[in-house]
């Protein structure tokens, strides 16, 4: 069985690793979204294609669910003390050596997707991690500067720095427009049996891999089953309620499901304190959705395959 998911943070890589328990034989191929990439200290960041390879891989600090297990912050506070910044963003030192692999191959003319496989070669995740587009995409949110006026931020500045704290006036993807999908992506999409949407951030995860020409497109060729972000009308982690204030959506499953759409979603997995939801040409099932547990999740997965192989 060949299975892909787009995915982006924390809860997008605990479902893979869910969805790798309750599908074992099954062929994985994630398309990571590369809208939350940054530059820091000359290096090339991506927080979220590597929250999915540490997390699949082994390397993942289970608390946060982000950054190494392990971890130390020398090089950081070394910076700091020569006054060089940013401070807000948590780069710790094994996490260094994987920016200085990628920046370094990078500037040397390989895609990021190439780049991407050839980390993966060291920690094996068990799936085939593949970035939305090897042109740069960028996410952007403008704010209401609380030092007076109206100006854009890089999103990871609005995500960690401020805490989605100050209203976003508008989310913005740059560069997807002209983007073209990696290598390979496209045709696992057309190649996959089952297509399952983690409850990953709609927005500025899955959002932004779909802003992506022809990766929505895609989708819609295929049977699709979602999973919830939202339960009841909170986030189950993060600050999701923060990105779809700023495009107009409401908090909460069903209106989560409206945003993707009826061309896009087959089916939608809601728990169960959103049991009563309905949304036209969608099925909706409800379960338990709180990733408590590596078991937990392996069930959520589980009813994600379950409900797709129904509607297939």
């Not at 997707?113 to 993966?120: G, I, Q, R």
């Not at 339960?231 to 209106?255: F, K, N, Q």
Request: proline share 6%.
């Amino acid at each position: 069985m060949k299975i892909v998911a787009p995915a982006g943070g924390i809860g997008g890589a605990r479902f893979l690793r869910g969805l790798q328990q309750a599908a074992p034989d099954a062929e994985i191929t994630v398309i990571g979204n590369t809208g939350d990439d940054i530059s820091l200290f000359g290096l090339r960041v991506c927080p979220d294609l590597d929250t999915v390879m540490y997390t699949l891989g082994g390397g993942i600090n289970e608390e946060q669910g982000w950054g190494r297990t392990g971890e130390s912050f020398t090089v950081k506070e070394e910076l700091l003390a020569y006054g060089v910044g940013p401070g807000w963003f948590g780069l710790g030192d094994r996490d260094f050596a994987t920016h200085i692999v990628r920046t370094q191959m990078l500037a040397a003319g390989y895609p990021l997707s190439a780049v991407t496989e050839a980390l993966c070669d060291r920690w094996k995740p068990g799936v085939r991690l593949i970035p939305m587009s090897d042109d740069q995409v960028e996410t952007h949110v403008v704010i209401d500067d609380p030092d007076g006026g109206r100006r854009a931020v890089h999103f990871q500045e609005w995500w960690v720095r401020l805490r989605a704290s100050v209203p976003a006036e508008s989310i913005t993807a740059i560069g997807a427009e002209e983007a073209k999908p990696a290598p390979g992506v496209l045709e696992a999409i057309e190649a996959a049996d089952v297509v399952l949407f983690p409850p990953s951030n709609p927005v500025v995860s899955v959002g932004t891999i779909l802003a992506v020409p022809g990766i929505r497109e895609a989708f819609e060729a295929k049977t699709v089953v979602g999973v919830s972000p939202i339960i009841g009308d909170a986030p189950v982690r993060g600050m999701a309620d923060a990105c779809l204030t700023a495009i107009g959506v409401e908090t909460s499953a069903r209106a989560v499901a409206d945003h993707y759409g009826s061309g896009l979603l087959n089916g939608w997995l809601v728990d169960e304190a959103d049991a009563s939801v309905e949304v036209p040409g969608i099925e909706v099932r409800s379960r338990p959705l709180l990733m408590s547990d590596p078991d937990a999740t392996a069930a959520i997965a589980g009813a994600a395959l379950d409900l797709a192989r129904e509607l297939a």
